[in-house]
Every structure is written in C-alpha cells, then in structure tokens.
C-alpha cells in the first residue's frame, strides 16, 4: 500500500511528488499517455520563473521529474480507470494491472484544450499552432495570426494577442458570435482585430518553417480560400480530464473538480486536485505547479491525522 499516489505528471503532479518526496512519503506517480503534460507538445517556455534564457517545455518537465526521482518518488505509467472511495485505503484500478491501494491521492491530470480536428492542426502544435495565448503570444511579436471561436475565451485571446501581433483576424464558423457582449465591444475596437465570420476552418496549411496559411470555406458561397497567417490560435474551450473519476467527484457543469475554499481538498476526504483539472481560470505551468506544492502539503497534513484548514475562514480573523 501506497501513502500518496499521485494521477498525472504535468506540472502540478511533478510539483507534488517532489514534495512529498522530501517528506519521505515514498509516493507513487502514475503516468499516463502524455507524460509531461500540454508543456511536452510546448517548444520554448519563457514565463516559468527561474530560467531567464526560456527553456524547452519537454526539458522543464524532464528535470522536474528528475528532481522527484532524486528524492525519491517512484513511476509508473498507467491508465486509471477507476477510484474506489467507498473504503479505505482508497482502491485505484489501472488497465491491464493490479489494483494500487492508497492512503491519499493527488488528482493532477489536467486539461486539454478542445480541438478541431482538421487536417494540419495537431502536427504542427508547437509550430504555429496553439492553444494558448499567454502562454505563445511573445513569439508573434510583429506577426499576423488567426484566432479560431466565437466565445469569451476566443474574444480575450485575441485582445491580448494584439499585444503582440501586428494583425488578429478571428474565425468563427457561424455569422454571430456566442461572446458575452461587453467581451465582443473589446474586440470590434480594437484596430488590430479584423473579422472571418461564416467561415468554417477546413485545413491547417504549413511549410517547411511551420503554419504560412488556415484554408476555410465560406459559408453562404461554399468557395474556399486560404488565408495567409503566421500562427494559429484555437480557443474552443478546455476540457478537464475528469471521465475516469466517474461522478465520484463533485465537479462544476464543465468538469472541472470543486475543491473547498483556500485547499485543494475534494468533497472526498483524503483525496485532492491541483493544476488544471481544478483551475479553469488561469491554467499557467506556474499557478499549477504553485497548487501541486499546495495538494502535497494538504495530503501530508491528512497522512499526519489533521485537518486540512480552510485557510479562507482565517481571513479577517
């Protein structure tokens, strides 16, 4: 049996293990198909505190691993496909594996960013292609680009891409867009953002450098064109990877799990989230790597018989 076991290894799972690692906690980390996280598919990180020249996503991800490694934290890689949370210790089923039983677990298996699934999108992420604007936008400085959506999400990244780039056009495959309106007022003054409604993205167009073009088809006249862009941004939405937990969970009407105020405590005692999986908000590599130090002190203070503290109650006090 396991005192700590640890879903995922992005950078809140590895924060985690590191921590309870030097707590002498021995944990187990289960990886699963994309050790690493979204950062593993990220080429230059420049916003991760500490590495003043930027560093490769799959680099940061590889030392923090070998930094929990070094303390002590074991891995494995794995699909879990169900927690058993009706005794304990809690009872973790993996595919094509024996049970694992654990005295807590770390739920860090974060979110994926929604997708369009056309051809030319997920082979060039990293090479004109993203899914996040904070964290890509520095690159286009002086470029143009393409922001694919219609909603809120869609609206903000394209305000703060003209932070950097020259021109924003968004693409939104109907003729209205579903954005709050104060978020579409931003946009439609702002002189930088120049608008593809009606048109819907067939194929992502890329070179031997990376993305020079997004070919749609226009809806009413069904002609296509391609539209000449240095980087393309799809801001569809994120979907937390929370299926496996079966409603065990309580999550908002998203998928998002709901801890309690100022931890990172489920409504299940003993087992809690970090990262993505439980923020959709400001989904950073730091802000989850800041959570992954909060949940391995949360597990710890529960391994030691405590209460986990509802910091918020403090406030004011």
């Not at 990220?42 to 303390?71: H, S, W």
Request: proline residues 4%; hydrophobic residues 35%; negative net charge.
């Amino acid at each position: 049996m396991h005192k700590a076991v640890v879903i995922g290894t992005g950078p809140s799972g590895l924060t985690a293990a590191i921590y309870l690692a030097r707590a002498n906690l021995e944990p187990l980390v289960i990886e699963g198909p994309q050790p690493g996280g979204q950062l593993t598919i990220t080429t230059d990180v420049e916003n991760f505190p500490g590495f003043p020249d930027g560093i490769m996503g799959p680099e940061l991800m590889d030392n923090m691993r070998k930094q929990a490694e070094r303390f002590g934290a074991k891995f494995m890689t794995g699909w879990v496909n169900k927690i058993d949370h009706t005794n304990r210790p809690f009872k973790l089923s993996l595919e094509g594996s024996e049970e694992i039983e654990a005295e807590s677990v770390i739920i860090s298996t974060g979110a994926s960013a929604k997708l369009l699934g056309i051809p030319g999108e997920t082979e060039n992420m990293g090479r004109g292609v993203s899914a996040c604007a904070t964290c890509d936008g520095f690159f286009f400085r002086g470029k143009k680009v393409i922001v694919i959506g219609g909603g809120d999400s869609a609206m903000e990244e394209a305000n703060f891409l003209t932070k950097f780039a020259t021109d924003v056009k968004i693409v939104h495959r109907r003729n209205e867009l579903r954005a709050s309106k104060i978020m579409q007022d931003y946009a439609r003054k702002n002189e930088k953002v120049s608008w593809g409604l009606d048109k819907t993205p067939i194929e992502v167009v890329a070179g031997e450098h990376g993305v020079t073009g997004l070919k749609v088809k226009d809806n009413e006249s069904g002609q296509e064109e391609i539209i000449e862009t240095d980087g393309i941004f799809v801001a569809i939405g994120h979907r937390p990877n929370t299926d496996f937990l079966n409603g065990i969970l309580e999550t908002d009407d998203v998928g998002y799990i709901q801890v309690k105020p100022g931890t990172t405590q489920t409504n299940v005692e003993g087992i809690f989230a970090c990262g993505d999986v439980q923020d959709k908000i400001y989904r950073q590599a730091i802000t989850a790597a800041g959570s992954g130090c909060m949940a391995a002190l949360d597990a710890e203070k529960f391994l030691e018989g405590n209460v986990v503290h509802d910091w918020s109650q403090s406030i004011g006090s």
